[in-house]
């Protein structure tokens, strides 16, 4: 296959494209946008430069390879001032686990360590009893009318689970979960400049929270991840504020990654559940299916729609050129409604085998993919359990994003 050049028609089709993908109603249902990007084949030019990955097999193998990096430090400070990678909240984030290449993130990730099978099934009982509690509060509201799924479930389901991991006050959390919405907006495909202030002034928040969370862990450690964290970078890193600050950017980035995602699979997956009875009938006749709901969900309308890399070298991608440096944006979203990968790949469908890039892959594949999953699970099976008559009452709003999915609200009813 020779190489494709890059026409500026190109560029403008695809700025047409994404104009309306940042409208209200290109977030509420992108889809029929990603067809029209699929149609225009696996790689195309993305309107501010760059190339957009639309096709399923082309992204995995962009995850998988290590000839494709992750836009770390280095990376960002190379973009030079003025753009959105110098923002604080941007430079934060690159010390991050997410955005760290090998070798530092080899020495990361060994001491993070992994949600290994006692951690989780010790969790599970935890996400068991605040299901029971969450769901007991929105049957109490359903009884004097419609309540907000995503308000009183969705979000309060994952700043519990990892709140409690992680031995943060339970005050803490309302504040904890605002400020990460606030904050995601820094890791956003073409965030705005206000966006861009409201995610520098949360991350820096986060950074006095979790500075103070790791001095006051050090001085009385005790048996949580914080703690246990602090032991392992003290055997890594002689310098102890630099221990200290590997810590914290650990816990950071816990932190967002349990919250922002889960809570979008959650109330997703309850949007779905809700939105067509007969998906309701198949779970509640058919409890194995539970895990494959889950998976389809992230699937279908993962909480992730873009994921972006850089190229370690000059290559060519499904016949088009990229130079070293250069950035590739893998339409997740998109690519999980690539025909050649899916079957009616618009159709939502359970019993579908899994396939999907929602938890990304290669090294970098998601650190918490267990967790989310058992939340998921979990929730699903006593939903349809204990509130069977659950019906939609008016679609949900979303968030001013393009790359993380954000359900405002999922006011749902008993029928």
């Not at 997740?332 to 579908?352: K, M, N, Y």
Request: with cysteine; glycine share 6%; proline share 7%.
């Amino acid at each position: 296959m020779g190489v494709v050049s890059t026409p500026t028609h190109d560029r403008r089709a695809s700025a047409s494209l994404f104009s309306r993908l940042r409208t209200a109603a290109g977030q509420a249902d992108p889809f029929p946008i990603y067809e029209e990007l699929l149609s225009r084949g696996e790689v195309s030019p993305a309107p501010w430069g760059g190339s957009l990955v639309t096709g399923f097999a082309v992204c995995d193998q962009v995850l998988r390879s290590r000839d494709w990096l992750e836009p770390d430090k280095r990376w960002r400070d190379r973009q030079g001032p003025g753009t959105r990678w110098n923002a604080s909240s941007s430079r934060e984030m690159s010390n991050t686990l997410a955005a760290l290449n090998p070798p530092d993130h080899t020495r990361a990730r060994r001491a993070a360590g992994t949600f290994d099978r006692s951690t989780v099934e010790r969790i599970s009982r935890t996400v068991s009893t605040t299901t029971d509690r969450l769901l007991d509060a929105l049957s109490e509201q359903l009884r004097d009318g419609e309540a907000d799924f995503a308000a009183l479930v969705g979000e309060e389901l994952p700043v519990a689970t990892i709140g409690g991991w992680l031995g943060l006050p339970a005050a803490d959390w309302p504040r904890l979960r605002q400020l990460t919405h606030d904050q995601v907006f820094t890791q956003e495909l073409l965030p705005s400049a206000s966006q861009l202030a409201a995610s520098d002034a949360a991350t820096a928040e986060l950074r006095a929270y979790f500075m103070d969370l790791v001095s006051d862990r050090r001085a009385r450690p005790g048996e949580d991840p914080v703690s246990r964290w602090i032991q392992t970078w003290d055997a890594l890193e002689p310098d102890p504020d630099k221990a200290d600050e590997s810590v914290y950017y650990l816990a950071l980035f816990v932190l967002l990654a349990a919250l922002e995602t889960t809570s979008q699979l959650l109330t997703t997956m309850a949007l779905l559940l809700v939105e067509r009875p007969e998906r309701w009938g198949l779970v509640a006749d058919r409890p194995d299916l539970v895990p494959g709901f889950v998976e389809e969900t992230l699937r279908y309308d993962p909480p992730t729609h873009v994921i972006s890399r850089v190229a370690a070298a000059d290559c060519v991608l499904a016949g088009r050129e990229i130079r070293k440096d250069e950035m590739v944006h893998l339409m997740v979203g998109a690519a999980h409604r690539d025909p050649a990968r899916h079957s009616d790949p618009g159709r939502f469908d359970p019993r579908r085998k899994p396939a999907h890039l929602a938890f990304s892959g290669g090294i970098h594949y998601c650190l918490g993919a267990p967790l989310a999953r058992l939340e998921a699970q979990i929730l699903l099976s006593q939903l349809v359990r204990r509130l069977p008559r659950l019906t939609l009452v008016r679609r949900p709003s979303m968030a001013p994003r393009v790359a993380f999915r954000r359900l405002l609200n999922l006011d749902v009813a008993l029928a």
